[in-house]
């Protein structure tokens, strides 16, 4: 049984998917040993690959990725939150690619700096939450590094209110009262290391609130007015 | 359509737990590994169920993906082709006769197999399968593509067990030889 040919016989037909049932669970149990074993599976796999070609894609039911998210964690973010964001991340290359094109300097000027204080730096882990009253009217987008713990905030569609100011809170049961983020801006996005003196497992496990105070913030240093939009973190690498 | 650099791409980050990529990933992948599922189970219940857990496999086993071993669509596909074959070969053997869209796939057909198969690697394994005998280039797309059986490729040709077992060994290593290093 251990002849490379009969090894590789046994991967070829493994792979072809003739074996029974017994005979497939020997080689499954076999390959986590047997590296040549594997190996050869796995050239196998990649020879007879583009069989698959053969095979008509046929849409899943709508339902199975919410199913997939409840099977990994009980908590899982629901896909409607990810169906969010990846939206609003097409809708923001959009406006990085329109910005390179506008013929007005200061308009492109605006959106590139804009834009450019949102953009981490690629394959850094982070965190990211959308801000929103409900799923149909995201308001802000917070990004956050893990590594610095340093917080950009994007306004997707917040709209500016006369003689009023978007407060962002830090809201966490070990942190007692909502901790201020500070002010922020419903026009361009800024960056700011406010979260740094915050531990990584607070942030993550946190909400996000953002409240309507009096313009310049709350004078109290605790929310004032209502809370328009909240959100919690996910995590993403880009 | 997402590239294999992409798709490789995404799946080093599932392995960091990023959902985005995962959802991304699903949106990329999902249609075709359900009609793989799909065709070898005939039976949407059982196939919804196997690529659920084929993606949570996935996202839990990204980590061990190998780009410099597989490209990342034939490593997704494995996966999906191994659980719906141990889930295929778990019930009684369906009966080909109760299913006759499984025979539409042009399976017999040397020159539907190269119309299909474009791309350099798929041409070349088109004209490895060209060189195969009728019966046994479409006993080995029916095997692949359809998850037959043994035991169904031998009530399906009207020959014994074994002698379908040499012709599937013998179809292979010409294949092999074929396709080369």
Request: hydrophobic letters at 45%; a neutral charge.
């Amino acid at each position: 049984m251990t002849d490379d040919n009969d090894i590789d016989d046994l991967a070829a037909e493994y792979v072809l998917g003739t074996l029974d049932a017994d005979e497939r669970a020997f080689i499954a149990a076999r390959r986590q040993r047997e590296p040549a074993l594997d190996a050869a599976i796995l050239e196998w796999e990649q020879r007879l690959a583009p069989l698959s070609e053969l095979v008509v894609a046929v849409n899943p039911p709508a339902d199975t990725m919410a199913k997939i998210e409840a099977r990994i964690d009980g908590t899982g973010v629901p896909s409607s939150e990810i169906a969010t964001i990846i939206e609003l991340r097409r809708r923001m290359n959009f406006w990085r690619t329109a910005a390179f094109a506008a013929s007005a300097l200061a308009a492109s000027l605006i959106f590139a700096v804009g834009v450019k204080n949102f953009q981490p730096k690629p394959r850094q882990q982070n965190l990211v939450a959308v801000l929103q009253k409900d799923p149909a009217s995201p308001a802000f987008l917070v990004t956050v590094n893990v590594e610095d713990r340093v917080m950009t905030v994007q306004p997707v569609a917040a709209k500016p209110q006369p003689g009023k100011s978007y407060e962002l809170w830090l809201i966490q049961d070990s942190l007692g009262a909502p901790k201020s983020l500070g002010v922020i801006d419903e026009h361009s996005a800024m960056t700011k290391p406010t979260l740094a003196g915050y531990k990584l497992k607070i942030i993550e496990s946190a909400t996000f609130a953002v409240s309507l105070e009096p313009q310049g913030g709350s004078p109290t240093g605790a929310p004032t007015g209502p809370v328009v939009f909240t959100g919690k973190l996910i995590p993403t690498t880009r | 359509m997402a590239s294999a650099e992409d798709i490789s791409a995404l799946l080093k980050r599932i392995a960091q737990k990023d959902r985005l990529a995962f959802a991304e990933v699903y949106r990329a992948t999902s249609a075709k590994l359900y009609g793989i599922i799909l065709r070898i189970l005939r039976r949407r219940d059982i196939a919804d169920e196997v690529l659920q857990e084929v993606y949570v496999k996935v996202w839990e086993r990204a980590g061990d993906f190998k780009p410099e071993r597989a490209s990342p669509i034939s490593w997704m596909a494995a996966i999906a082709r191994n659980r719906a074959l141990d889930e295929a070969r778990r019930k009684r053997p369906v009966s080909i006769e109760d299913h006759p869209e499984v025979q539409d796939i042009a399976s017999d057909d040397a020159t539907g197999l190269a119309n299909i198969l474009r791309g350099e690697d798929r041409k070349r394994l088109a004209d490895c399968l060209a060189q195969l005998d009728a019966n046994r280039r479409q006993m080995i797309v029916l095997a692949y593509c359809e998850g037959l059986s043994r035991d169904e490729l031998a009530k399906k040709y009207s020959q014994p067990v074994n002698t379908i077992k040499t012709w599937l060994r013998r179809s292979l290593t010409q294949l092999k030889g074929c396709l080369g290093p």
